[in-house]
C-alpha cells in the first residue's frame, strides 16, 4: 500500500505565498509522476501542476508564472510553491502520485486534500 500525506495548506492574504507539500510512502518501486489538482465548491477537481520522474513540467494556464511544482526524489516528495495567490485559488488541493510496486504494478495514488483560503 501506498500513502500520500499532504501538508501546508492554510489562510494568506490576495498577493501572499504558501508551500504545499506532499510525501508518498509505501511499496514504491519507482514513481512516474506526481502533480497536484484543486477543487472548488461547485467545480470539477483540476490539474494545477505535473512534474514527471525526468523533471519535465507542466501547468494550467491560471498558475503559469505565479506556481512551480518541484520534487524530490530521495524523499519521494513533491512541493507546490504558490506565490501572488488571488482568491480564485482559493479550493482544497490534492496531491496525485502514478506509483509503480515492486511487481510492476502501476497504480493511482491521492492524497487527503488541504485546504487553500486567499482572502481577498
Known amino acids: 500500500q501506498v500513502q500520500l500525506v499532504e501538508s501546508g495548506g492554510g489562510l494568506v492574504q490576495a498577493g501572499g505565498s504558501l508551500r504545499l507539500s506532499c510525501a508518498a510512502s509505501g511499496s514504491i518501486f519507482s514513481i512516474d509522476a506526481m502533480a497536484w489538482y484543486r477543487q472548488s465548491p461547485g467545480k470539477e477537481r483540476e490539474l494545477v501542476a505535473i512534474i514527471a520522474s525526468g523533471g519535465s513540467t507542466n501547468y494550467a494556464d491560471s498558475v503559469k508564472g505565479r506556481f512551480t511544482i518541484s520534487g524530490d526524489n530521495a524523499k519521494n516528495t513533491v512541493y507546490l510553491q504558490m506565490n501572488s495567490l488571488k482568491p480564485e485559488d482559493t479550493a482544497v488541493y490534492y496531491c496525485?502520485?502514478?506509483?509503480?510496486?515492486?511487481?510492476?504494478?502501476?497504480?493511482?495514488?491521492w492524497g487527503q486534500g488541504t485546504q487553500v483560503t486567499v482572502s481577498s
Open positions: 496525485n502520485a502514478e506509483i509503480s510496486d515492486y511487481e510492476g504494478i502501476v497504480n493511482d495514488y
